[in-house]
């Protein structure tokens, strides 16, 4: 009997980038050395979002969750040294997708590549912007059109590129069961083919390369049973909606393929070393079984509960998979589950319940409609309630946090300050600067662009008609166009989209019965609402700045609605002149801030002042969000009444202190505890 060959390892990537577009290079060509095998680029926040770094939502964002990419300039000291036509390059990147393969396809030029040949997956799955990461920029309509036109330009163009990378990853982050997370990521694959279908920029006898070319990013929590079988669910369900609905022939063009990012929504802040075996178990789920078995892998690092990995964090992230690659005999085996009674019968029940699902989606009007409509937003928020009660109640167990809480000192955590890396808020200025600088000299030696006026009216114009929108952001990108006025023209032509939040249509989650702790949280609430003599204790719920990342805020809100407050949430990207606009113009008891991109230093102390400055100083700021130690002891320094971060858990018990400040900001007597 031959031995079989082993199979090919996936490929093995790490998220990454930050601070500027130099720091990035240097982070990548380390990376790359220690045998990664791909590269995945992380956008800052305002590149992510259309905006410059001078833009007034991007004040302190600049740099912080990824690489700043203002322009081409920007684009060429990123991938300086390394050449693309070699690369496999994943970019974390959706509204402003177009935009970003334009400056890459144009760096790549430059280098000499050969364009056919670029290899790599622009993300540019809007419908989960809308749903939970907040990064949406433009209405549906015009944000399926720019998704469509890169698709039709990348089969006829770039060949080997992945246009779209469907991604149910951050819908499980905002809630989803396996079954809503598969029906979900279905549907919007499902709107997107359609769209390309009768957009009738490809014909029909290549839409098998359109299929071909569509990937997914999906997400695996630590239930890695469970998450092995929904991965095999979804090529099943793949398989029959691209043969059936498109009449896809070439089993190769059908399969399913995908990259995943295991679990970050499960990692710890409290004993944050259980995050290392979790990271483990959720790869299990993702490479154990070769018929379901991902073609690239990118794990978190044990520390993003506290805040920004550092190099050293994330090699050990990458060396996890190299251990499991090179070292164990996973690769030598065909699928290991094959005849398996006990995974064939769940695969069936996620298939079955995820069709159910799929059918009702299209019902209503397919994913675009049921994004506009709310009907997702509310869904997935109501099932992030639930599982968040279970939780709270002890009935689902998270090791350190509500079970085996009692720990060692622990040495990785010794000293905070160096257990993260931190971004030197003095970045900011050093982009500013450098794209003023851009501005001013980008027609000058030695780059000689194009004056950017006439690119940007031919990008507007191609927006008002019908023409693929590719061609002329491609000539903005070679007229040194910066990426907020790229997002601007769009702007102008397309508008702008605020989100269904999904917190008024969620239903009660925790039970306020009697002698419970909501009961009593409720019971507060009332007695403090007739102290103050008014109807209802008011809360007002903002989400400063480009953070995106609603899910804390969202169940914060909800919460606070069933405890009887009437809840102000207006949703995301709100900068603090607005959010104490609000505050002062709803009469508020209490303003809660939640920011977890790292933007809280700056944009916090600016509603404190804010409030100050309008005599609103009776009105108590609560902070959420990943907050280090040090940031938290300034802010409550800096007059904020309570920090919470996410080692805090006990949603009803946050409420419960939110009327304690209400109470001590108005000189009221502490309310008695039961016993």
Request: include cysteine; proline fraction near 5%; charge should be negative.
């Amino acid at each position: 009997m031959t031995e079989r060959q082993k199979d090919r390892p996936w490929l093995m990537r790490t998220y990454a980038g930050h601070s500027t577009a130099e720091a990035s290079n240097e982070l990548y060509r380390r990376n790359l050395a220690k045998g990664q095998t791909g590269l995945s680029v992380a956008f800052d926040l305002p590149t992510q979002t259309g905006y410059d770094p001078d833009h007034v939502l991007a004040r302190g964002e600049v740099g912080r969750v990824g690489v700043p990419v203002s322009h081409l300039g920007d684009m060429r000291r990123l991938f300086q040294d390394i050449p693309l036509e070699q690369m496999n390059t994943s970019m974390t990147i959706n509204a402003t997708a177009m935009w970003l393969l334009a400056l890459y396809q144009v760096v790549a030029e430059e280098q000499g590549a050969d364009i056919t040949k670029l290899q790599g997956t622009t993300q540019n799955d809007i419908v989960k912007e809308y749903l939970s990461r907040g990064t949406h920029v433009f209405p549906p309509g015009p944000s399926l059109r720019l998704t469509t036109d890169m698709i039709a330009y990348t089969v006829s163009h770039m060949p080997k590129w992945n246009p779209i990378n469907i991604c149910s990853y951050h819908l499980q982050e905002a809630g989803a069961t396996p079954v809503q997370e598969i029906a979900y990521a279905m549907s919007t694959a499902i709107a997107v083919l359609d769209a390309v279908r009768d957009s009738g920029q490809v014909p029909q006898e290549r839409m098998g390369d359109v299929v071909g070319r569509i990937s997914f990013f999906v997400n695996a929590g630590v239930r890695f049973i469970e998450e092995m079988c929904k991965m095999r669910a979804f090529g099943r369900i793949w398989d029959r909606i691209t043969r059936e609905r498109y009449g896809i022939e070439n089993p190769k063009h059908r399969r399913f393929r995908y990259g995943v990012q295991v679990n970050s929504l499960g990692l710890t802040e409290a004993q944050p070393e259980n995050n290392v075996q979790r990271i483990v178990l959720e790869m299990l789920a993702v490479t154990l079984s070769k018929d379901a078995r991902a073609r690239a892998v990118q794990l978190p690092a044990w520390n993003e509960a506290l805040g920004l990995p550092r190099p050293w964090d994330q090699q050990w992230s990458l060396r996890i998979q190299q251990v499991l690659a090179y070292e164990s005999d996973l690769l030598e085996y065909d699928d290991i589950f094959e005849g398996s009674k006990v995974i064939e019968a769940k695969v069936e029940q996620l298939v079955e319940e995820s069709l159910a699902e799929i059918e009702r989606i299209q019902e209503m009007g397919g994913a675009m409609a049921a994004v506009e409509s709310g009907y997702l937003k509310s869904q997935l928020v109501s099932s992030h309630a639930e599982r968040r009660a279970r939780i709270e109640s002890g009935e689902e167990k998270i090791v350190g946090v509500n079970i085996f809480e009692g720990t060692e000192p622990n040495p990785l955590t010794a000293d905070l300050d160096t257990a993260i890396q931190t971004v030197d808020p003095a970045v900011e200025a050093r982009v500013v600067e450098a794209l003023r600088q851009w501005r001013d000299t980008r027609y000058q030696p030695p780059f000689n662009h194009p004056r950017p006026c006439k690119a940007l009216e031919k990008l507007k114009e191609a927006a008002r008609g019908t023409d693929n929108l590719m061609e002329a952001t491609l000539e903005c990108a070679r007229a040194g166009v910066t990426t907020g006025e790229w997002a601007g023209a769009l702007r102008e032509v397309f508008g702008e989209f605020r989100a269904p939040t999904g917190v008024s249509s969620a239903p009660v989650a925790v039970a306020a019965e009697d002698g419970s702790q909501l009961a009593d949280v409720r019971r507060r609430v009332e007695l403090t609402a007739r102290d103050l003599g008014v109807g209802k204790l008011r809360f007002l719920v903002g989400k400063p700045g480009l953070d995106g990342h609603s899910n804390g805020a969202e169940q914060i809100a909800v919460r606070a609605r069933d405890a009887g407050f009437e809840v102000v949430y207006q949703g995301i990207r709100l900068t603090p002149e607005q959010i104490v606009d609000a505050a002062l113009a709803e009469d508020v008891h209490a303003v809660g801030l939640s920011i977890l991109s790292g933007s809280h230093a700056q944009l916090v102390p600016d509603v404190l002042e804010r409030l100050r400055v309008a005599g609103a100083t009776d009105i108590p700021v609560i902070a959420g969000g990943i907050i280090p130690n040090g940031d938290a002891e300034q802010l409550r320094a800096a007059g904020v009444a309570a920090v919470f971060t996410p080692k805090d858990f006990d949603i009803t018990g946050i409420i419960g202190r939110i009327v304690d400040e209400i109470r001590t900001a108005n000189k009221l007597d502490p309310l008695e505890v039961p016993a």
